[in-house]
């Protein structure tokens, strides 16, 4: 069912929706395929149907019976679709107002709604590697898009800290340890060189299940090591999360849920769901070829029965409309047999558990493997870009304040390699390109900051920062397109251009939202910067047609636009987890 998300979408719906006679939530409005055609068009393929009747026939009638009402000025019939104009002068005081206080995108949508986000979550005493940067960001770029819609948002870290791998660190420790001083460079060191050997002498695997079994047991000197492991692992996270802009309204580890196993399994085993399976214990699953693994045969749990408890407390705690698993698709299977599992269990809630994966991070076209040792840590690659921006800000921008630069340059760095990892698809897998990544060019994430620091350079220039549509002159916009200099043949529409343009946002927003594609909303802001960028050129080769024009009515009408623009790509941009720059 359409949902309408700016007057001018509703009253199109509703125009042909009072003639009839059905809801105009029923209704479709959609952007005709030429501009000449009109700003907004419903097909009457549903309604003809029920009339029996041509879809070009009932287009017509609906059109011919429309009068100028609100913000739409006329309707013509195109076929079987009834297309509309919008009263421009009247859309852009509705655009520019909503834009600059930040309501273009509709803040009411999730109100009284919960979204939980699962992302990011690394495991403890390995180094944030650059590829865990994708489900960071993705993760972190839905929850500030839910927000940005009114939604209360749970973003939960679910750290990696128990289970076999863990056992293997500890038992590493008791062989080639103590490492002081300690960090995560040691730890890793540590787990790296026991995979390693693990490979040529079998028998560690097991000591490393052995020093795990007695972690869980609750053994006093495991505890005390892992707690240490834990403790040195989140502060560094938490630097790189700072860096990220990102924070976490719930850090909850795996090992939160160690007293809630006994439970788990015994609510599996009332419900005579768990079967032994070769000394362990497992639960079939219709559909799935092999069954989900619970506790392994000498006792010890697993990461989907701690899944479970973990699925339990944020639904008895939050009550959400829906729960986000921001990880790779290599999880894939897991998660579909652990949504069956919910719902085998009971849960009515399950239906709202949802999988986001995504694709990989490829450095050299190889897949970044910690336990080979071959990463590129996330804050390395942070600074490199940092510091490759810092040199092209000195060039195209000499004259700029040094601690201006520097903030800048950090901002630019770190914004390229979030957008970097957000504009693909997010199923696509994507090859690390740090010198794509900074570009001021093309598609990138420097080129949507420089497109805002343009505007608001504009707005310097002409000494004025508009901040309401109160007393700007939009008749000056035009209602039709416009000439170019004294040729009745050049003619440019380019400011209803940028206007319809800015229309797109609220539905683009809620679709991204939907769909958990961040990348719909950055292609977006690329179109808009495009769309900008082609109106303000313009005023480069016809003067009368420069944003700050001489006539002072004028040139607030046109800086009343850009401030639209600049607004909205500043509210993208943060939805994204990207900063917005003023100066670059």
């Known amino acids: 069912m359409p949902t309408h998300h700016t007057p001018l979408h509703l009253a199109a719906a509703e125009a042909v929706a009072s003639r009839a006679g059905v809801a105009a939530t029923d209704l479709k409005v959609e952007t005709p395929p030429k501009s000449e055609l009109g700003d907004f068009a419903v097909g009457c393929f549903a309604i003809a149907k029920a009339r029996k009747q041509s879809p070009a026939q009932v287009a017509q009638e609906i059109a011919a019976a429309f009068t100028p009402t609100g913000m739409l000025a006329s309707a013509t019939a195109a076929g079987p679709y009834v297309n509309f104009r919008a009263d421009r002068t009247k859309t852009y005081r509705w655009l520019v107002e909503s834009a600059l206080h930040s309501r273009l995108a509709p803040s009411e949508l999730g109100t009284g709604k919960t979204i939980c986000i699962d992302y990011g979550s690394p495991n403890i005493s390995k180094h944030l590697a650059y590829h865990h940067i994708r489900g960071t960001t993705i993760g972190h770029a839905l929850a500030q898009t839910y927000r940005a819609l009114g939604y209360r948002v749970i973003g939960i870290n679910f750290l990696g800290d128990w289970g076999t791998t863990h056992g293997m660190l500890l038992a590493a420790w008791h062989r080639w340890g103590p490492v002081e001083p300690l960090d995560i460079t040691a730890l890793n060191s540590l787990y790296v060189r026991f995979r390693a050997e693990m490979a040529t002498n079998p028998a560690l695997e097991q000591e490393g299940r052995n020093w795990f079994k007695r972690l869980e047991d609750g053994d006093a000197e495991a505890r005390a090591l892992w707690q240490r492991f834990r403790d040195v692992s989140w502060a560094e996270f938490r630097e790189v999360y700072e860096i990220l802009g990102i924070e976490y309204d719930e850090v909850r580890g795996e090992s939160a849920y160690e007293p809630d196993m006994p439970g788990v399994m015994q609510r599996l085993a009332d419900q005579h769901l768990l079967v032994e399976s070769e000394g362990a214990q497992v639960v079939e699953l219709e559909g799935e070829k092999t069954p989900i693994l619970l506790r392994t045969g000498d006792g010890t749990t697993l990461y989907a029965t701690r899944d479970v408890a973990a699925a339990e407390y944020r ?255 500043r509210d993208g941009l943060a939805m994204l987890g990207i900063a917005a720059p003023d100066q670059m």
């Open 315 to 569: 639904w008895a705690n939050y009550h959400f409309t829906r729960s986000l698993y921001v990880v790779d698709r290599g999880q894939s299977l897991h998660f579909r047999q652990l949504f069956k599992l919910l719902a085998r269990m009971g849960h009515e809630w399950a239906a709202r558990c949802q999988h986001i994966p995504y694709g990989l991070v490829r450095i050299d076209n190889q897949r970044s493997a910690t336990r080979l040792g071959n990463v590129v840590l996330m804050r390395d690659v942070f600074a490199i870009a940092q510091a490759m921006v810092r040199d092209r800000i000195a060039t195209a921008n000499p004259n700029l304040p040094a601690d201006v630069a520097e903030t800048v340059a950090r901002q630019v760095g770190i914004g390229a390699m979030v957008f970097a990892n957000l504009a693909p698809q997010r199923d696509k897998d994507i090859d690390f390109d740090i010198e794509n990544a900074v570009s001021l060019e093309g598609d990138s994430g420097p080129y949507l900051q420089y497109s805002h620091a343009r505007c608001a350079s504009i707005a310097r220039k002409a000494g004025e920062t508009i901040t309401s549509s109160e007393g700007i002159d939009f008749r000056l916009l035009g209602e039709a397109p416009r000439p170019i200099g004294d040729d009745p043949k050049l003619t440019h529409d380019s400011e209803w251009t940028v206007a319809r343009r800015l229309l797109e946002f609220p539905d683009v927003v809620v679709r991204a939202a939907d769909a958990c594609e961040p990348h719909a909303i950055g292609h977006y802001l690329l179109d808009l910067a495009g769309d900008f960028s082609r109106w303000y050129s313009l005023g480069n080769s016809h003067p009368q047609l420069r944003v700050l024009a001489e006539d002072p009515a004028t040139r607030r009408a046109r800086l009343a636009l850009t401030a639209a623009v600049q607004t909205t790509l």
